[in-house]
């Protein structure tokens, strides 16, 4: 009896042990094939850590509800994936969406959403989740919102498959479906805090954030694509210039990006740094009021500005500058023309030509803020050459330099526009510039009325043509970006990275 009592218990213990054993295989097993459900288990990913100092650290991450271009540069293409996205040439690459197709009418979008996505919890990211987020940014009306234009419905007849359907044609949809607006969300995350914390699909997540100061960023090993070559990317918030250069050049960060002239020109040569320049959609003009009880709503008198103002020579003088303008649309922007030669340098033709107007020019007001001051006096200096008109430059506070520009008190003023397809703005004859010219609006119109994107680019080549030659502002030069790096640091983008600046093939040697 002993005997056989002994016998049932080696077998009770035997049949557990194998039980427990059976259980930690399946785990082990559901692990492995199944990783993308418990993110970073299998793969914490390298140990190199990067840092990198800005001077914009956004107060939120919500970049739904505010528009935040810190807070984009930062998340774009790191924390969250959109779907569509850009190359350092700005021009559409596929994102969340691999594929996407529009109707000769360009009223209908079909988009193929990758199969096999996650969101950084584990969720499963598809076409269900495309629509439920841009449903949401109608129904809550996110930040630039608009710039979907006029959606009839969204609909995802399938997991894999969006269709967008527009009610009138918007040929700069896709382009919005690159940036904030064409982030995927999870419509599982539930109450998610998105001021202090991100659900997204892309090769980062959200370590620590404090509004104003830092933000850490970890790596994702759930992370569908090419996984992140680094294990932690953390940017520092600078007051100044000065600190920000001194914690690169110390060696207290990595990388300061972007960087302004001044920083990048100080680490040139520098031992141990790299400086790199890159292009951008930032244009400098010198912008002109036209409301009617302002003089610069006369053609003539604008011709005559933009004859007198050397802009090349001021383009060539910037340190900041990658070549002269000429019109509303940069290099990298869809319809592109250069348009530098309309209005060359020409005191004989200026001279004609004032002597036109006789006392009619007498005065005109230049308000700038403190940055523009430099350039604002030259341009002072070139329209003073002559004994009419003369200049009353004033260099104003950025409070007072608002509502300036919105009370329209002003009619000559130095700034810059950062933004594809941003020269609609000149077709709005209740923006800053008071410009209303027909003309120049049905050229715009009939830019917006394209049903695909080589009809556009064509179409705001003639629009801007108009615009320029009928002078509704000067627009000076293309503003260029600069990064300054560590040596030990390869795979950062250098153009466009003022907003945004994916960092997943950042590489520590």
């Keep these: 009896m002993h005997k056989s009592r002994n016998e049932w218990l080696r077998w009770v213990v035997f049949l557990v042990v194998a039980a427990v054993l059976s259980a930690l ?76 197709k529009t109707s000769d009418d360009g009223l209908t979008y079909t988009l193929t959403i990758a199969s096999g996505l996650t969101f950084s919890n584990g969720h499963t990211l ?58 995927a969300y999870d419509s599982e995350a539930g109450d998610a805090d998105y001021a202090k914390q991100a659900v997204g699909s892309g090769p980062f997540t959200v370590g620590k954030f404090t509004p104003g100061q830092s933000l850490t960023l970890d790596y994702n090993g759930g992370y569908h694509g090419t996984k992140a070559h680094v ?114 340098h020409d005191m004989s033709k200026t001279q004609t030509m004032t002597s036109y107007f006789g006392p009619y020019l007498t005065t005109v007001d230049l308000v700038v803020t403190a940055q523009w001051q430099p350039m604002a006096e030259t341009i002072k200096q070139q329209i003073e050459q002559l004994p009419r008109p003369s200049v009353n430059l004033e260099v104003v506070s950025d409070e007072e330099y608002v509502k300036r520009i919105q009370d329209g008190t002003w009619e000559l003023t130095l700034m810059s526009m950062n933004g594809t397809d941003d020269a609609g703005t000149f077709a709005d004859p209740n923006s800053i510039f008071h410009y209303n010219h027909a ?37 000076l030069y293309t503003r ?7 040596t030990k640091l390869s795979g950062y983008p250098a153009a466009l990275i003022d907003q945004r600046m994916p960092l997943a093939d950042l590489t520590v040697k």
């Design 231 to 344: 294990g932690t990317v953390t940017f520092t918030q600078y007051s100044d210039e000065t600190s920000l250069a001194d914690a690169v050049s110390e060696g207290t960060i990595d990388m300061a990006a972007p960087a302004t002239t001044t920083v990048a020109s100080q680490m040139n040569g520098k031992d141990g740094l790299t400086v790199t320049e890159g292009a951008t959609t930032d244009k400098v003009l010198l912008a002109f009021n036209n409301n009617s009880d302002s003089i610069m709503s006369d053609q003539n008198v604008r011709t005559t500005f933009r004859y007198l103002i050397d802009s090349a020579g001021i383009a060539a003088s910037q340190s900041d500058s990658s070549g002269a303008l000429g019109g509303p649309i940069s290099p990298l922007e869809p319809g592109y023309e250069d348009l530098t030669g309309l209005f060359p």
């Design 25 to 100: 295989v399946w785990v082990c097993w559901s692990v492995i094939t199944r990783s993308h459900s418990i993110p970073g288990l299998l793969d914490s990913g390298p140990d190199t850590k990067v840092s990198v100092g800005i001077t914009d650290m956004p107060q939120s991450l919500d970049i739904r509800a505010t528009a935040s271009a810190s807070a984009e540069r930062l998340l774009l293409d790191n924390v969250y994936e959109t779907l569509l996205t850009v190359d350092q040439n700005n021009q559409l690459k596929p994102g969340v969406a691999t594929d996407w």
């Design 126 to 183: 598809d076409a269900g989740d495309v629509v439920w987020s841009l449903q949401q940014a109608i129904t809550q009306k996110y930040a630039d919102v608009d710039d979907l234009g006029d959606l009839k419905s969204v609909t995802n007849p399938n997991d894999s498959t969006v269709v967008i359907t527009l009610a009138q044609t918007n040929p700069t949809l896709l382009r919005a479906l690159s940036g904030r607006l064409g982030i």
């Design 439 to 475: 003309e120049v609006q049905q050229a715009y119109a009939d830019a917006r009325a394209a049903t695909n994107d080589a009809d556009y680019a064509e179409k705001m080549k003639v629009y801007a043509r108009k615009l320029s030659e009928d002078a509704a502002s000067n627009w």
């Design 480 to 486: 260029k970006c600069f990064t300054v790096a560590s």
